[in-house]
């Protein structure tokens, strides 16, 4: 079972620990996924505008809060995301309405800035056009950057949407630079952080940051690669020995993926792995703890650190902008816009 460890956030609003998400959840699996992790007992939702399956979601949600004795929609800490072409801020207010009719919601718990750029606004309806193409690069494509549009002006947006249908604002995937110039410029600090982070990626310097402002992390691809061809975290030799020595110390299975998770939560952070299978479910919701010296076995393992998710080079269509100063992103032409 899940610890049920919960931070504060500076919002004064509560956010578990453990979550679970719903990144890459295929068509007709992520409804069932949201009913089996409600029932299982999860209590925190990661969601998204650009993963393409809130309705899903939705109809998850009807289900296990018409189903699950019990369960009420305050029990349930729900996050989503403000898409790269919503960041207009004339159109920030209008973009959480329609993640909200989507999700069939009232209000979320926590929205996020998903990225710190922002795309060409499309020229449909605020919820559609999400991919606005330059049509370069051919045959996958560039996406359209608007460089008009900076963090700042969204993030003051994000701020100014009411505490009624948002109750905590934050951002994902922004840099210290970035959250420096959006603190800076608006005096409003984020309540949280989520990031790429598992042992190949620690960001030490982000996470000491980070506490130092109170901003709440929360790292997704907590297992590693999931956007190459590359094994797993959950394969190395060094975290099954790990799941194995705590095997034997509490009589009973640990796995390779719950130690990567109690490795995320280390120092109070939130994660927030995905899967759609029952049993995975469950065996993601069955924590357990790691000492300093199992800590350590984990991060010596992974001294080579790298960044997997680079949209530069991972997405088609291209995104053709330095995000991160990656050094896979150093032939992009275009950047993060910090001020207008």
Request: aromatic residues 8%; charged residues 25%.
């Amino acid at each position: 079972m899940s610890l049920g460890r919960t931070v504060t956030l500076n919002s004064g609003n509560k956010i578990p620990q453990l979550g679970y998400g719903t990144w890459q959840s295929s068509p007709g699996e992520v409804k069932v996924g949201i009913f089996e992790a409600l029932k299982a007992g999860y209590k925190h939702l990661d969601l998204a505008k650009v993963y393409g399956n809130q309705a899903e979601v939705a109809v998850g949600l009807k289900k296990a809060f018409s189903e699950i004795p019990g369960l009420k929609r305050e029990d349930v800490f729900i996050t989503s995301k403000l898409w790269n072409s919503q960041h207009r801020p004339e159109i920030v207010e209008a973009a959480l309405d329609d993640c909200l009719q989507e999700l069939g919601l009232d209000y979320l718990d926590l929205y996020l800035i998903h990225f710190p750029i922002s795309f060409a606004k499309g020229k449909k309806h605020v919820g559609q056009d999400l991919f606005p193409l330059t049509g370069k690069n051919q045959p996958d494509g560039d996406v359209e950057i608007d460089d008009e549009v900076s963090i700042v002006d969204t993030w003051r947006a994000m701020t100014e949407l009411p505490k009624s249908k948002a109750r905590s604002v934050g951002v994902s995937n922004f840099t210290r630079e970035h959250l420096e110039t959006i603190i800076k410029a608006t005096g409003k600090t984020p309540a949280a952080l989520q990031i790429e982070r598992h042992p190949l990626l620690r960001q030490d310097d982000l996470i000491a940051y980070c506490k130092e402002k109170g901003i709440h992390i929360t790292a997704y691809s907590a297992f590693g690669n999931n956007m190459f061809n590359v094994p797993l975290l959950v394969t190395k030799p060094e975290i099954k020995e790990v799941a194995e020595k705590l095997s034997k110390k509490t009589g009973s299975t640990v796995t390779a993926a719950q130690v990567l998770l109690a490795w995320s939560q280390v120092g109070g952070h939130s994660v927030i792995p995905k899967s759609v299978t029952p049993a995975r479910i469950l065996e993601n919701f069955k924590e357990v703890e790691i000492s300093q010296e199992d800590i350590k076995a984990i991060e010596a393992c992974c001294a080579d650190q790298r960044r997997y998710n680079v949209p530069y080079t991972a997405n088609v269509p291209r995104w053709d902008v330095n995000i991160f100063g990656d050094e896979a992103e150093k032939a992009a032409t275009h950047k993060v816009i910090l001020s207008t």
